[in-house]
């Protein structure tokens, strides 16, 4: 099942061919994996059973026989979905098995106190609101007299004592067991008031990584004003704890919160100025792949692990190997096989909302984002600007549907406010990035680095005030499945209204008169960046009659087939030049 997406400008170019092979798979391992961590492992081996009966009973009739092609070939994907599906169903389906069964989550311990052992997972996220500082952290805990194995939980915790502590450090506490905030494979949700005992030392990797964030931090502290001291640590690695709460308001009123978590395109950026300098100094390519590969698995340790961060790393590594093995990528198979990557390492974030929204951008980038592009640059406007206007219109509109359900609000504010700060994100990204690496070795060229950031920085919190000072900048509007489904059709129907539109204003400027059109700015325009595009498959080529021939060729390139006159040095007829 592939379709065929005609992405030329010129006649010559072959068409593209995107293979959605994966879409089915992925599609599939997502939703039983959803099933099997938000109900109980009764329905979710019910599902997995099911989705085996079928996949035996197609792979019977194809064995059989009989089958026209094309109805085999549709059986043989149904076969390969129903079977891989069954096999994440049986591995969530022990893996919930495993969580409830856990001393953690044990009905008895629930609304008691018990001395855990727990081990810190991820950063520690400070929580807003009255009362003394507090934290929330995810652990991996476990009784320590029941010398079961740790499952995961969260900590609700003072901020004394348990804000300092990092990934993979261990401690004792006594806490009180309470059910967990939501089906997440998560065993139980524990607090506690005391600060923490018998400390471990976090592992080395570790502290290396806490390591070059803190000194970041910290330039960015003597180098910077207070918002865009913040802002910096934020927009490279992810840490937020010195940003400003005014700012983080005014960029989720601006729709610009997900520039402050570390995404795909950080991954795209820092990988593709990596293999620029390695190409550029001589580098083969399979070193430069392997040497890009290496930079991106230590961001991943300094930024640490979150949905976007995983999906973005497994996709850049796809990528990767891609290059390697010397054959084109496609888009659609490398972002379903880092889905499917993801749930196999990570099931919980198949209902994390972060990742959802990560992967619907990403498949609006790569489905929506060309077409919008070559539309916009064929109406006239520049290159550079179609794509920033490209990527964040796409962003949006895939996204909406999401965004009401979980938030239940609308940003209209949030495309013009992306678009504005796009030129700014990848210059922040790599000089940040360099900044954070060169830090440890010289404090100068790092503080150099972190002031070249500037004014990027300040542009960005400039554009933010301004946006989320608005009026109107979020819209309330009902959430839940209800809101996504009326936002999904309010979408649908403005882009058909748009679409229709434009063919409308096509057909109309087909009919204006020839000379209104040839001297037409817009016009003339888009012929002056036709001859200045990037892309191979986009530059114009001249027409076959004005090449140069080759001995032996027709006009058009070919070879003469036997029998053809023109092969043998005649002139077609009608042509002035002909023989008489």
């Known amino acids: 099942m592939t379709t065929v997406a005609a992405e030329a400008s010129s006649p010559e170019t072959a068409p593209a061919v995107t293979d959605l092979r994966l879409i089915a798979p992925a599609v599939g391992c997502w939703a039983v994996t959803v099933v099997g961590v938000v109900a109980p492992p009764t329905v979710t081996g019910s599902v997995t059973a099911m989705t085996g009966v079928v996949a035996g009973v197609g792979a019977m009739a194809v064995r059989r026989g009989g089958l026209r092609p094309a109805v085999a070939e549709v059986v043989l994907i149904l076969v390969a979905t129903a079977g891989i599906t069954a096999g994440f169903g049986t591995a969530i389906t022990i893996r919930a098995a495993y969580v409830a069964a856990s001393p953690m989550a044990a009905p008895e311990l629930v609304g008691h106190k018990v001395t855990a052992a727990v081990t810190v997972v991820d950063d520690a996220r400070t929580l807003r609101g009255p009362g003394p500082p507090r934290v929330r952290i995810a652990v991996r805990a476990a009784p320590v007299r029941s010398g079961g194995a740790p499952v995961a939980a969260t900590l609700t915790a003072p901020q004394d004592g348990w804000a300092d502590l990092v990934p993979g450090q261990r401690a004792v506490a006594v806490v009180a067991v309470d059910r967990p905030y939501r089906s997440d494979l998560t065993a139980a949700a524990l607090r506690t008031t005391t600060p923490p005992r018998a400390v471990a030392p976090p592992p080395r990797h570790q502290i290396w990584a806490t390591a070059v964030r803190t000194r970041l931090a910290e330039l960015a502290r003597r180098q910077l004003p207070a918002a865009e001291s913040g802002l910096l640590p934020g927009l490279v690695v992810g840490d937020t704890e010195g940003l400003p709460d005014d700012v983080v308001d005014e960029f989720r ?246 679409r229709s539109v434009a063919r409308a204003v096509s057909r109309s400027a087909r009919g204006s008169p020839p000379g209104e059109r040839r001297w037409s700015p817009v016009r003339c325009w888009s012929h002056v960046t036709a001859v200045w595009q990037h892309d ?45």
């Not at 076959?544 to 053809?564: F, K």
């Open 253 to 498: 009123t601006a729709g610009l919160t997900h520039l402050l978590a570390v995404s795909g395109a950080n991954f795209a950026i820092i990988a593709g100025a990596v293999l620029l300098v390695l190409r550029v100094c001589g580098t083969p390519r399979t070193p430069a792949a392997l040497l890009t590969m290496v930079v991106l698995g230590c961001f991943v340790v300094v930024v640490r692990p979150s949905p976007s961060v995983v999906r973005a790393a497994l996709m850049g590594l796809v990528g990767l190997i891609a290059l390697v093995a010397e054959r084109r990528t496609a888009a659609v198979p490398a972002l379903a096989v880092a889905v499917l990557g993801v749930l196999i390492i990570w099931p919980a974030m198949a209902v994390d909302p972060g990742f959802a929204l990560s992967v619907a951008a990403t498949a609006g980038l790569i489905a929506l984002a060309p077409p919008i592009r070559t539309w916009l640059c064929d109406r006239g406007c520049p290159r550079v600007l179609a794509e920033l206007l490209a990527v964040a219109v796409a962003a949006q509109i895939v996204t909406i549907p999401l965004v009401v359900m979980i938030a239940g609000s609308l940003g209209p504010v949030g495309v013009l406010a992306n678009i504005a700060v796009a030129p700014a994100v990848p210059l922040i990204t790599v000089l940040g990035t360099l900044a954070a690496a060169v830090a440890g070795v010289s404090t100068v060229t790092a503080a150099v680095l972190v002031r070249l950031c500037e004014p990027s920085l300040w542009w960005m919190v400039r554009v933010a005030d301004v946006a989320a000072r608005v009026p109107g900048a979020t819209i309330a509007v009902p959430d839940g499945v209800g809101g996504a489904a009326l936002a999904a059709v309010v979408v649908l129907v403005v882009v058909f209204a748009v």
């Open 536 to 580: 191979r498959r986009e530059r114009p080529t001249a027409p076959a009659a004005g090449r140069r021939r080759l001995p032996g060729r027709t006009r058009d390139g070919r070879r003469p087939r036997r029998g053809d006159r023109r092969g043998r040095g005649r002139r077609p007829a009608g042509d002035p030049r002909a023989r008489r």
